[in-house]
């Protein structure tokens, strides 16, 4: 039996080939107009960091735009002499304590947030929001009264609250935003088999939640790094203060120690480069996770 094959569609006919020349108007942008910016821009960038390099590694007195021959006197000096070694100590124990005194709260905070429905909600929010609007130095004098009521004046504990109580509201913001992120049904099968409330959070939410917690501990303890008025304002013993404090120690009104306070500089400046080195990869993460509609 013969079977009768059907003819095969026509094709329709090719419309005009595109020039193989032909590029989008972006592709035609010579590659110069892209490198040249980007090039002066880490310039402008890296030149800063050379210059403190340069002053912090050649001997005093010299002139030479190549740090040769290479001394760490002023490293040395800063340390040992100017108590650099004590304000290190100092402002790593403010910032671990901050990061986490505003981890641990931020999250309790940020949980109820983002799973409990209570009045004036929306309202909380945006006084949270507010509150960042609020510059540090207009509440300096009721803190002070505060903490001389509780007798932490000139103590390392009245700097590390302070600095959490400033730090909460966007911490707070950020986790919520982190743990919207997480289904609600994964808490809910936890509690089906038998879970409690804080059980279910402890083994299903908070590994999930591990980028988002790393991104605001890591920006706790910067802040705790860097700040400089609460520590100036709240010690007044000098084996008490901090490296902002003691680079401050370093200028005077007759003259200015260039070697030594590029050194400190340097000195206070490696600790967060190293920590945001080793966490980029969380960092970035975790500001992509908690990028929600609240």
Sequence with gaps: ?????????????????????????????????????????????????????????????????????????????????????????????????????????????????????????????????????????LLLVPLFQIFAELSMINSLGSVVIAETVFQLPLSMILISGFIKNVPPSLEEAAWVDGCSRFSAFRIVVLPLLRPGLIAVGSFAFVHAWNHFLFALMFLSDQSKQTIPVGLNTLMSSDSVDLGALAAGGIVAAVPVVIVFAFIQKWLITGFSAGAVKG
């Design 1 to 137: 039996m013969i079977t009768e094959i059907a003819p095969a569609p026509e094709r329709a006919a090719p419309g005009p080939a595109r020039p193989r020349g032909a590029r989008r108007a972006w592709d035609e942008v010579p590659r110069w107009h892209i490198y040249l910016p980007l090039s002066v821009y880490l310039l402008f960038t890296l030149i800063p960091f050379y210059w403190i390099l340069l002053f912090a590694l050649r001997p005093a007195g010299s002139t030479s735009l190549v740090p040769w021959p290479m001394t760490f006197d002023h490293f040395e000096k800063v340390w040992t002499e100017r108590s650099f070694g004590l304000y290190f100590q100092n402002s790593v124990l403010v910032g671990v304590a901050t990061l986490v005194l505003t981890t641990v709260v931020a999250l309790a905070g940020g949980y109820a947030l983002a799973r409990f429905d209570f009045r004036l909600k929306r309202g909380f929010m945006l006084a949270l929001l507010c509150s960042q609007f609020v510059p540090g130095a």
